[in-house]
């Protein structure tokens, strides 16, 4: 069983996204696998994903409503094999969260570029969110099933 964590700032719009994004593929693949997700900031713990980012993914048939905005946390890095950061910055801020002994890799999930945050924009950013994670998502789980 492979444990996948996605992370942003506040866990309601692009790591949310491609929790479920994940978890669509997992039920696809029929995979046992892990998915979740978190924030680096907590001001948002306990709330849903943002409605836009709900809208958005419930479009293309992606129910993120079960989930709950949860702040990143050192034990993460013991839980999960595997965490992404969607931005340079929340990977900086995992990195200083990452015990020394830490199991999990930790990678820009993205791997050279950012997950653009569309909080502050408009639909189309959202839409935008959409297409690179779930574009990326494909790939990541074909490298994944194929170690």
């Not at 892990?34 to 993914?57: L, Y």
Request: proline fraction near 5%; aromatic fraction near 8%.
């Amino acid at each position: 069983m492979k444990r996948l964590l996605f992370v942003c700032l506040g866990n309601i719009c692009r790591s949310p996204a491609a929790d479920g994004i994940a978890k669509a593929l997992v039920d696809h693949r029929n995979l046992d696998w892990q998915i979740d997700s978190a924030g680096t900031g907590g001001w948002h713990v306990g709330d849903p994903p943002d409605p836009r980012m709900v809208e958005a993914a419930a479009a293309r048939g992606i129910d993120l409503s079960p989930l709950r905005a949860r702040q990143a946390i050192a034990r993460d890095f013991s839980d999960f094999d595997h965490v992404y950061a969607m931005d340079r910055s929340n990977l900086s801020n995992l990195r200083a969260l990452q015990p020394a002994d830490a199991h999990a890799s930790l990678d820009l999930f993205l791997g050279d570029a950012e997950v653009p945050d569309p909080y502050y924009g408009g639909k189309d950013g959202f839409d935008h969110v959409l297409d690179l994670i779930s574009a990326r998502m494909e790939t990541l789980f074909d490298h994944l099933t194929a170690t």
